[in-house]
C-alpha cells in the first residue's frame, strides 16, 4: 500500500489496526474519535486528531490517503464506511496482520480487519467491513456477508453461510454446513449445529435459541 491510512476510531480496534499498519509498514497519518479526551493523544509517533467529521482532516481523504474503519459497534461503522463513500467516493482498504493465513483462492472484500492468526480457507468469500478477531478460523468454501463480526477464536467449518451483520462470539463453533441469518447473534463458546434464523440469538452446547 503506498498511500498513508486514516484510521476512524481510537479504542481496542483502532489499536489493533494500529499495530497491523505498523507490521506492514504503512504510515498511518493519524487517528480520528469522537471522544475529546483523546484528542491530541499520541500513540507511539501516530497521534489521535481530532473528531470523525473534522474537516480539517478529512478532506485529505482521496487518492492520496486512504481510510480504515476501527468501529467496533456495527451500526456506528456502517454510518461511517458509507459517509465515507458516499462523500469522498472512498472505500476503507483491509487491515491483515502479518500473521493472518489467508488463501489465495479465497474472495475478499474490502475494510476487513483480520487479526493475528487468522486463517481463511480456500474458495470462501467474505463481504467488507467485518471483523475477524485474533485466532479465527474460516474455513474452506464458507460464505460470509458485510458488516459481520468473528470473535477470538471462533471456528466456522466448511460450506457456512452467514449473512450481513451477523455476531459470532469468542470460541463459538458452527459445524459445516449450516446457515446464519442476517443479524443474529451467536454467543461466546457456543457450539452451534442447526440453522440461525434471522433476527435471533443462540447460545449453548449445543447452542439453542434465547
Known amino acids: 500500500m503506498e498511500n498513508p491510512v486514516l484510521i476512524f476510531g481510537a479504542g481496542a480496534l483502532g489499536m489493533q489496526a494500529l499495530d497491523i499498519f ?14 475529546k479526551e483523546l484528542h491530541g493523544k499520541e500513540f507511539g509517533d501516530v497521534s489521535v486528531l481530532g473528531a470523525t467529521d473534522d474537516e480539517a482532516f478529512i478532506n485529505i481523504i482521496g487518492e ?8 467496533g459497534e456495527r451500526s456506528v461503522r456502517k454510518q461511517l464506511t458509507e459517509g465515507l463513500n458516499e462523500r469522498f467516493k472512498s472505500m476503507p482498504v483491509n487491515a491483515i496482520h502479518e500473521s493472518a493465513v489467508i488463501s489465495g483462492m479465497a474472495d475478499v472484500g474490502h475494510g ?16 467488507s467491513h467485518s471483523l475477524f478477531l485474533s485466532g479465527s478460523v474460516i474455513e474452506t468454501a464458507v460464505q460470509i456477508g458485510d458488516y459481520v463480526t468473528v470473535g477470538a477464536g471462533a471456528i466456522i467449518n466448511d460450506r457456512v453461510k452467514v449473512a450481513d451483520g451477523v455476531f459470532i462470539g ?7 454446513g449450516i446457515e446464519v441469518g442476517k443479524n443474529a447473534r451467536i454467543g461466546a463458546g457456543s457450539v452451534v449445529v442447526e440453522n440461525v434464523p434471522a433476527g435471533t440469538t443462540f447460545f449453548g452446547n449445543p447452542a439453542k435459541k434465547i
Open 112 to 127: 476487513n480487519l483480520f487479526a493475528a492468526r487468522t486463517v481463511v480457507g480456500a474458495t470462501s468469500t467474505l463481504g
Open 64 to 71: 492520496k490517503c486512504e481510510t480504515f474503519v476501527a468501529i
Open 170 to 176: 469468542s470460541g463459538a463453533i458452527l459445524v459445516a
Open 22 to 35: 505498523r507490521r506492514n509498514n504503512v504510515l498511518v497519518y493519524g487517528i480520528l474519535d469522537d471522544n
